[in-house]
């Protein structure tokens, strides 16, 4: 239940991002604003603003915010559940503006997502702290090469096999390379030097890496202002290189691990257990995640809405409003299936 609750506030957070970035940018270009939603089906609570009403609805996996002229079941002044929309004053609907604001509307959101992460990525970087493994020896696996060497917990390494150990990557790429063979390992253990002679074993997982059984202690470690802020940016730029390689793969027929509500809220439990560091590298990552989503070109998404408003760039014409809500729909329509599909999935992985 713990973790349900976070995965909801989790995606409930991300999309109020992803619908303040739409929902600024029209209060910006002068757009009346109908309604600015959190959820969709049955509205559990609302009240109204000045011109806009919120509302917080039933099902939390979404948000839109409705602007004057994209009234979605019918004409300007169709009643909602408290009255009808007021009409707007000329000028301040959607279509009124110019390609180049509504274009500026439709990108706002998932820009917004790509702000948030790099935020979230520059907090955790700069105030929260990034966990860093030290040479400092946490837990010794009982049976494997390290406890049958003498190595204990609290032991902080020195140097293998004449290797001087500065930080955990150079316990685990001297001890890789040396399956089955000997090694001497000296450590600090109670203000002396103590040396250790033992076996390495062979990695459960790779037969060929060398593994003795042993595990770090984890330090917070925090960044200064100006490498926060690089460290950010380049985190924010890499996540988008790792989701247009999966995107490509994808495009070129390869699989791809695709996480679902169900998946997620795994991965949620299990960052929970590594720390708050965890949970808001997460968020930054589901972020900027689901930032690239909306602007893939699948209609229904907003990426689909800017092609829209390129193709009527070129015409000089808006498309006909009946096509575009046919193809809106069965991109909505495999937006469901391509739901419920990786919905099958995390089932099957975590349950199968």
Not at 60 to 82: H, Q, T
Request: aromatic share 8%; charged share 20%; with cysteine.
């Amino acid at each position: 239940m713990t973790t349900a609750l976070m995965t909801i506030v989790i995606l409930g957070f991300i999309i109020l991002v992803h619908e303040l970035g739409h929902f600024i940018a029209a209060r910006r270009a002068d757009i009346l604003c109908h309604e600015f939603s959190m959820g969709f089906g049955p509205a559990l609570y609302s009240w109204r603003g000045e011109e806009t009403k919120f509302s917080i609805r039933l099902i939390p996996l979404g948000g839109y915010v409705l602007m004057a002229g994209e009234i979605r079941s019918g004409p300007e002044g169709e009643p909602d559940e408290d009255g009808p929309y007021p009409p707007a004053e000329p000028g301040r609907n959607f279509n009124d503006k110019s390609i180049a604001a509504r274009m500026g509307v439709i990108a706002a959101g998932p820009v917004t997502n790509f702000i948030a992460a790099f935020v979230v990525f520059f907090v955790v970087l700069a105030a929260v702290g990034v966990p860093v493994p030290t040479v400092e020896i946490a837990a010794v696996a009982p049976d494997l090469a390290a406890d049958q060497g003498g190595v204990q917990p609290g032991d902080r390494m020195l140097n293998i096999d004449g290797v001087e150990i500065n930080r955990w990557e150079d316990v685990v790429m001297t001890v890789r390379d040396r399956p089955d063979r000997e090694i001497q390992m000296t450590v600090e253990r109670d203000g002396r030097e103590v040396r250790l002679d033992l076996v390495v074993g062979r990695s459960p997982q790779e037969e060929d890496v060398g593994y003795i059984g042993i595990e770090p202690a984890v330090r917070d470690e925090r960044l200064a202002l100006i490498p926060a802020l690089t460290g950010a940016a380049s985190w924010t730029a890499l996540m988008l290189v790792m989701l247009v390689d999966v995107f490509l793969r994808l495009f070129q027929g390869e699989t791809a691990n695709l996480l679902g509500v169900v998946g997620l809220g795994a991965e949620v439990g299990h960052a929970a257990t590594l720390g708050l560091s965890s949970v808001l590298w997460m968020v930054a990552t589901i972020s900027a995640s689901i930032g690239f989503f909306q602007l893939l070109p699948i209609p229904a998404l907003d990426g689909s809405r800017l092609i829209f408003l390129a193709i009527e760039a070129i015409r000089g014409r808006p498309m006909d409003p009946e096509k575009e809500g046919i193809i809106n729909f069965l991109g909505f329509a495999f937006l469901i299936l391509l739901v419920l599909y990786v919905t099958f999935q995390d089932i099957t992985r975590l349950f199968g």
